[in-house]
């Protein structure tokens, strides 16, 4: 949940969350991503980097753009939407 507090104004909402570990999993092992990468021209990064990102569940914003279009060739997803988890009620 995130606050926001505007004069006069007091909001929360709950940011969107995504299965970036799926993805992650989705486009294989990390040498598999790593031979995507460098096949698509973009610059590999150290295993460990990789690892880090699978145990944190999470994506450095920068990289986001790139996986997303790695997995809508590949045909793993049709659209980012695939990857949203649903709000919990």
């Given at each position: 949940?995130?606050?926001?507090?505007?004069?006069?104004?007091?909001?929360?909402?709950?940011?969107?969350?995504?299965?970036?570990?799926?993805?992650?999993?989705?486009?294989?092992?990390?040498?598999?991503?790593?031979?995507?990468?460098?096949?698509?021209?973009?610059?590999?990064?150290?295993?460990?980097?990789?690892?880090?990102?699978?145990?944190?569940?999470?994506?450095?914003?920068?990289?986001?753009?790139?996986?997303?279009?790695?997995a809508?060739?590949?045909?793993?997803?049709?659209s980012?939407?695939?990857?949203?988890?649903?709000?919990?009620?």
């Amino acid at each position: 949940m995130t606050n926001v507090k505007a004069p006069g104004v007091y909001r929360t909402y709950a940011t969107p969350q995504w299965r970036f570990y799926d993805l992650l999993k989705m486009l294989g092992k990390t040498q598999d991503i790593n031979a995507l990468l460098e096949q698509h021209g973009y610059p590999v990064p150290p295993p460990t980097t990789i690892q880090g990102w699978r145990t944190r569940r999470k994506l450095p914003a920068d990289w986001v753009p790139v996986f997303l279009q790695l997995a809508l060739d590949a045909g793993f997803i049709k659209s980012i939407n695939d990857l949203r988890l649903e709000p919990s009620p």
